[in-house]
């Protein structure tokens, strides 16, 4: 998968700030959804942890089920929160968050170069605000966008 991949799509997993969920609580509702498990490759917890395959997210070698159209050819990134007690879009999400996945993007485009790095809502055709916040200013301002 790793030559084919066109894009590192930022996600988010829609729950309130009260909401501490991580890559098990996803993969239980993606199950639920009756996909064969989590479709993201990592998800960055509320404290900023990064988990991984070993936590019930997708292995780098799988094809994701996050963004239809992209699967085959992305890795995705999912950060918990997203929304308001109201279910509605808010960049809520911790410094430490913003913080890890600074660092996933850019061990990302190390690994996958010249990788197009966005938010779920920037791929075409795509309605929702995922994942609540405007990836490419957020990677001009941060030190991730130095890798881009």
């Not at 989590?38 to 395959?53: E, K």
């Not at 808010?90 to 010249?114: A, I, M, S, W």
Request: hydrophobic share 35%.
């Amino acid at each position: 998968m790793a030559e084919d991949v066109t894009h590192i799509i930022i996600h988010c997993a829609a729950t309130p700030p009260d909401m501490n969920i991580g890559a098990r609580d996803i993969d239980k509702w993606h199950k639920e959804r009756g996909w064969s498990g989590c479709g993201y490759h990592a998800v960055i917890r509320r404290d900023g942890t990064l988990q991984g395959a070993e936590d019930g997210c997708r292995r780098m070698d799988r094809v994701g089920a996050h963004c239809h159209g992209y699967n085959r050819r992305s890795v995705g990134v999912c950060l918990v929160g997203g929304v308001d007690e109201a279910g509605e879009p808010e960049n809520n999400f911790t410094p430490e968050q913003f913080v890890t996945l600074g660092r996933v993007v850019v061990d990302l485009q190390r690994k996958f170069p010249g990788a197009v790095v966005c938010g779920h809502r920037d791929i075409p055709g795509v309605t929702k605000a995922c994942p609540s916040f405007d990836v490419a200013e957020w990677l001009a301002e941060s030190a991730a966008g130095e890798v881009a």
